[in-house]
């Protein structure tokens, strides 16, 4: 099975950059998507397709994909971006997660 | 406006069986794969189950295969997962997901939950 790993914690002052990351074995070679999820509340949609924005989502999250490492990065952060952020694959026919990040606003 | 509606959690023994539904709207529903995702108490997101436009095709976790099945009711839109034989690890919030395209696609949408206590 694949598996992505993803740093249980980050933590980043208001204004500051956030960049979580996951990684998996040649994960530059697939697609990956990000969710956003606050505490009691579904999961959004952030970051498909490694970079690309749904409608809806400021342009301070991006996201980036080479080698064995996705980044999703969230540039002047502010306290409502608190959360948990998942990264997600397709592969072999398998949905796979990566374990979760929870991001401290400081 | 998209809306996902899920329905049918509850608290049942080891070994019981439990019927989760997910009301959709807003969507042509038999055109798009829809996806369960379920999320045990204080842990991280876990895919379970995936099933094409049509229905003809199905995916499923190695946690589950065997005990659970996906199905759809283009009839009523609805998103359904049988889940039979179940453990106590299958206690989580199950989540009804509309997937953006194809199976390999993001979950673009997601339901508010259904809570399943197996004990």
């Known amino acids: 099975s694949y598996i992505l790993t993803q740093p249980p914690a980050v933590s980043v002052a208001p204004g500051k950059t956030a960049r979580i990351t996951c990684g998996g074995n040649n994960i530059g070679g697939r697609s990956v998507h990000w969710y956003q999820q606050k505490p009691g509340q579904a999961p959004v949609l952030v970051i498909k397709?490694?970079?690309d924005r749904p409608s809806g989502i400021p342009d301070r999250f991006s996201g980036s994909n080479s080698a064995n490492t996705a980044t999703l990065t969230i540039s002047r952060v502010e306290a409502g971006d608190e959360a948990a952020y998942y990264c997600q694959v397709w592969y072999n026919s398998d949905v796979v997660f990566g374990g979760g990040t929870n991001l401290t606003v400081l | 406006e998209v809306q996902l509606l899920e329905s049918g959690g509850a608290l049942v023994q080891p070994g019981g069986s439990l019927r989760l539904s997910c009301a959709v709207s807003?969507?042509?529903?038999?055109?798009?794969?829809m996806a369960w995702v379920r999320q045990a108490p204080g842990k991280g997101l876990e895919w379970v189950s995936s099933?094409?436009?049509?229905?003809?095709?199905?995916f499923y976790a190695d946690s589950v295969k065997g005990r659970f099945t996906i199905s759809r009711d283009r009839s009523k839109n609805s998103l359904n997962l049988q889940m039979d034989s179940l453990r106590v690890e299958d206690t989580a919030v199950y989540y009804c997901a509309k997937i953006e395209t194809t199976m390999a696609s993001p979950f673009q949408y997601w339901g508010l939950g259904t809570r399943v206590a197996v004990s």
């Open positions: 397709y490694d970079s």
């Open positions: 099933i094409s436009g049509s229905g003809g095709t199905t």
């Open positions: 807003g969507f042509a529903f038999s055109s798009y794969a």
